[in-house]
């Protein structure tokens, strides 16, 4: 059996890639990351992927004349890799309906929110003005709708009138380390699937805020 293919593609600091970097070093016969590709030369993520001996290429988007012609020289990229699954960790670029549509059902994405709450960015700021009790994470299957996809699994924070966005960001950001490994695991373990807009696990639809991720 071949191990399953993984591609990540960043834009930042990559604490999500390190979270799935280090998951998925245990288990390389199985399925491992085989590519980053970052936009951005500088992001400290591709240290993280060289430091873990994971081949990297950097993209700027700048050097194309629009964004079609920047994705299509992604997914060139990218399916020099046959992946099985697309991880977007902090990659900060919009998406063409042809890309999104090209990896319809294994491409995921992990955004600082409860969705269908706070889609874009600001998020733990637009939590505090909102004064909201809870906040969270929400991994989902990437459709032509920015952050609007099926969410796969949830993660929740209470919010404590001490909380900053810095405070908010810090404690999101532990559990997206949590919760990017196991929805990309039930993945690869071919246990999640995109069905007609809905998400299956194990076969069963989930609901429409998805698994909700008990931390032990
Ligand atoms: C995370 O907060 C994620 O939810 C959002 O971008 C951030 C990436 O952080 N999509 P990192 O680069 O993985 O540290």
């Known amino acids: ?4 293919s993984i591609v990540v593609l960043i834009s930042g600091s990559g604490s999500n890639l390190q979270a799935l970097l280090n998951h998925f070093s245990e288990q390389p016969e199985k399925s491992r990351i085989s590519a980053v590709i970052s936009n951005k030369a500088d992001a400290y993520g591709i240290e993280r992927a060289v430091r873990a001996g994971v081949p990297v290429h950097v993209l700027p988007h700048n050097d194309y004349a629009d964004r079609a012609s920047f994705d299509q020289a992604l997914a060139g990229q990218i399916d020099k890799y046959a992946p099985d699954l697309v991880i977007l960790a902090g990659f900060m670029r919009i998406l063409t309906p042809e890309f999104t549509d090209r990896y319809l059902g294994r491409l995921l994405n992990i955004h600082p929110s409860l969705l269908p709450k706070y889609k874009g960015l600001d ?46 960001a810090n404690k999101v950001h532990l559990l997206e ?25 194990d076969g069963q639809p989930l609901t429409a805020n998805g698994y909700q991720y008990q931390e032990n």
């Open 177 to 201: 380390h949590q919760i990017y490994p196991l929805a990309a695991q039930w993945f690869v373990d071919d246990r999640l699937q995109l069905e007609h807009n809905a998400v299956l696990l």
């Open 123 to 168: 998020t733990h700021q637009r939590v505090l003005e909102a004064g909201d009790a809870e906040h969270g994470c929400s991994v989902h299957f990437v459709t032509s709708e920015l952050d609007g996809g099926p969410v796969i699994v949830q993660a929740r924070i209470a919010v404590t009138p001490d909380d900053t966005v810095n405070s908010l």
């Open 1 to 4: 059996m071949t191990a399953k």
